[in-house]
């Protein structure tokens, strides 16, 4: 758009027409008041607070609906504009409680900073004021509605960013009530935000209620590391502690929302069942100790079990939630022992057949898309951030459509849900792929396929779309096609000029790609190292039951005659049984390191507090251990310079040569699709209390159709690998799809 | 008297498509249809007749027709108002119930001018006779081949809707009321962007009140000139007037524009049985109340009304005689206000109720002296601070009120006790 030149207070200013005057004044740092406007949010104007005079008009206006245009005059500052909002403001109290010293929200609420700016220190106001009976609306958000200044910020949030129109403005004139239109409360995966976006005291942080006051806590910048997208946060501390956790702006990540996984996750690290000192077990039976003495211990066990030829016994796991200086060191550790046995993905079962996917479309691009295919996901429990921009893309008017084993609840408009038994889904994917193929290709498997028409109709809109993506879900990382799944995505990108965005695995897993914690050249896959029943295992924080995809077999690994380390920030009850030392680790946000996104953006975070007790940060575990070992290369400063290390080091990426398979194998039984509940994706989530009362932290089924659980032998009431059964129709045949809480043991 | 929206009130069946065709109407939606007229001339004949809103704003019809972007692609909308109401008013009723088809014809030659091929009738929920009539009328406009897609054989297509409302004051603010027909809670939108541009589902859309429209057809039937000459200068043409309160014979009249008040005021009789006149609200409940004097001195027309300090609003009349407690009066009309603002905005929500609250309080007896101020100054906080005109509405009795009788309100406030009734 244009420029123009408008005037504000005699200072003329640049401006773009059409835009709003607020944004306007925003970016001269001219102060206008304002609550119901929000920069990410659509315009109310119903507050009044940000009246200015704009010369000609014959009312005051609200700034923040006002377009700006050539010539314009305005005045921020006049007796006409302070006569206004001093009387904004009075009306704004006089049903307000004013019960700032008992507010969660006192010394961060935007109408106490404005009250002290533009209102006035008396009120006339004698009459009895409004009170507003409160709902409970959940674990995470607490209500005072009697301090509710109908802003609409919470209301606009649910329709315009949580895709959930839960809150709402029931009644009218002075018994307008902003309150929940259900029950059951507030269910939105993205809910922290409205207690960010309540500028009073109205919603507030309920497992953080009545502890601080916010001016008693620092606030350090992290990244929240559950998902793919790494948020950016301030963790709130106090003496110590974390004890909140906000969005930070970040247009490129995360917006200015977070996750309610991200916002509260923060709980767990205050748990009971924190790892706190260095162990080691002596005849069975373990035994607290010091570091060094723990560390003497290692180092003296792995000699004793590996001879200087048998490096190759040795090997390293990693769960996904290490920083990316954790994988590097970890991994660097190992190959300079000699060992090539390192890995991370634990949770598939044939690591042969594992997916390889490239992401080449960036999350600020994702919002811009005009066609989306979603394969295998479900996007908004996943990676609530990733579906927040996909939600924006639809409300632009893209399309997506999704081949999943279920229904699942979108927070957009779905264009086709096609639910399909995960053994077509590689045939479904083929035959998008033929019709996507513009001249008649010599591919082979494609030649006895013939395109359904939703497949059809699929491959046009890729082929029509200008900005399509196709992304690539959780459920299909154990699909035994799944590497013919992905090679037939990445087929049909190019046939089509799509982009691709592997959400498969997550948390912090492409930093562990990226610090190459893989098995290199002769190395054992995590399986293989299971299977292969080595001397000694080096563990980082790993829980075998959550975190494996047959903790048996892994169980049955780490038993006698092997010497196990593990760094854990968590106490396991597996781990103490199969381990011989016990290393107390930091976990979130009492670590420096970094976080590598879906975009490939590195996001290097401090620590906010230090590591609770007599734990320390694994890379300095590592980097200490590394010289113990006598191990050449490991004299670090500080954790930036293995960043750069890890980040600069050469990687060569082996090429794809495993064959495509397309053929539906209808014979092959019944497909077990397990996905951990959103809030018990890694350890510390599984001890953030509030976040578990939560509906999405309740999920626990076990999904089939009828004729699948006949073939099972379970019915409703029942439980399957430990999980309740629920038996719908919706779920496609011959596939049992399981949301836990809990691990399901031995998912061979 | 009687000679545009009232024309046939005297006659049997008044209502019914026979009379209406019979005094001629739907000429002028024929000539339409068979291509006589442009809307160019249809604009510029509104505009001589100088026309203005009949709903309380009194914005020049003629204009509003001609902002339409007309040209611009995709579906647009006219709108007709029949949410009546104010208090004070009731004239849109009765033309609905007495002569709908004029409100149908009217609606659409602007779907005409306009280019838009829908409307919507809003109609106000508790008007069921009203509704019934229309839609009864909309039925025969039908069945004659009137209304529907290429009417006639043209390419002129215009479907007429009745939208019920429910029961809501704030729905006849305009874009609260669009907001209604689109299913969604009465709220009005904040302006820019208008309704010409983004109106009824976003698309470019005319709202007028049902007397607007109903002046359409007798205006393009005979002359924009001969409507204006009806009235006087900056008020053309005939209006209705709803005459009710402390009068022997309250009624709707329509009569010339600039008919002074006091021969209004004998048509309805005049005053009730021993009753002095002592207070008028010229144009409805909003709009500022006069004294005796200042109303017995005043012409009924935009500029008179002006005059003697108050506005033509919606032509709702309300005469009050020498029994009148102003205070327990203002007091109603206050509770009114605060019973009816949708809660939206700011000033308007806190204001309203923190006005009816300080009256009630002075009602029962606990005034004192600081609340005549008070009342000044939180009037004056909600004027012109709001996103529509409820709030000003809210605002003004009070001030002309409090102008105008101060003297009883202060008696109330020492005595704890009406000084009219004791």
Redesign the interface.
Known sequence: MADIEIEIDGNVVTAQAGEMLISVTDREGISVPRFCYHKKLS???????C?VDVEGA???Q?AC???VNEGMKVHTQNAKVKA?QK??M???L??HPLDCPICDQGGECELQDVAMTYGSDMS??S??KRVVVDNDIGPLIHTDMTRC??CTRCVRFGNEIGGIAEMG?T??????KIEPFLQEGITSELSGNMIDVCPVGALTSKPFRYALRTWQMNATPSIARHDLVGSNVFAQTYKGKVRRVVAKDNDNVNETWISDRDRFSYEGLSHENRLLKPQIKLNGKWKEVQWNEALEFTVRGLANQVSDNQANEIGALASNTATLEEFYLLQKILREMGSENIDHRLDIKDLENSITLDSNIKLTELESIDYGLIIGSNPRLEQPMINHRLRKAVLAGADIDVVNVMPFDFNYRINSENIISPYQTATILAEISKSVLKSVHAKNYLSNVSARDSAQSIANRLLTADNSVIILGEHIINNPQAISIAKLISEIAQQTNSATLNISATSNSIAAEMANFVPGQGGLDANAMLAAKLKAYILLDIYPEYDFHNSVKALEAFGNNTFVVSMNSFKDKVISQCSDVMLPIASFYETSGSHVNIDGKVQSFAAAVSAPSESKPAWKVLKVLADLLKLQGFHYEDSTQITSEAVNQNRQKATDERPVSVIAEAKRGIDVIYQKSPYATDVLLRHASALHATKIGQVHLASMNKSTAEKLQVERGKKYLGVPVMVTESVANDCVFINARHPIGGKS | MNEVCFKNLNKEECHSLKVYRESGGYKVWHKILQGEITPEEIIDELKTSGLRGRGGAGFPTGLKWSFMPRQSDGQKYVVCNSDEGEPGTCKDRDILRYNPHAVIEGMAIGGFVMNASVGYNYIRGEFMEPFKRFEGALKEAYDAGLLGKNINGSSISFDLYTHLGAG?Y?CGEETALLESIEGK?GQPR?K?PFPANVGLFGKPTTINNTESFASVPEILANGGQRFADLGVENSGGCKLFSVSGHVAKPANFEIPMGTPFKDLLEMAGGMRKGGKLKAVIPGGSSTPVLTAEAAMAMTMDYDGIEVAGSMLGAGSVIVMDDSTCMVETLTRLAHFY??????????C??????LY??LK?MTDGDGVPEDID?LL?VQ???M????CALGDAAAMPVESFLRNFRSEFEYYIEHGRSMIKG
């Not at chain 2, 605060?338 to 000033?347: A, I, K, L, R, V």
């Open positions: 315009v109310a104007a119903s507050c009044r607070m009246l014959p009312k005051p609200t609906s006002t377009p206004s009387a904004v009075e009306f704004l006089v049903n006339y106001f009459e009895g200044i109908h403005g009644g009218r004139g002075e018994d307008l | 809501a704030i809670k904040f820019p605060y019973d009816e603002s949708c809660g939206q905005c700011t000033p929500r806190e204001g309203t109720g923190w609250r300080v309080r008070l100054s004056d906080k909600i012109g601070n709001t996103i």
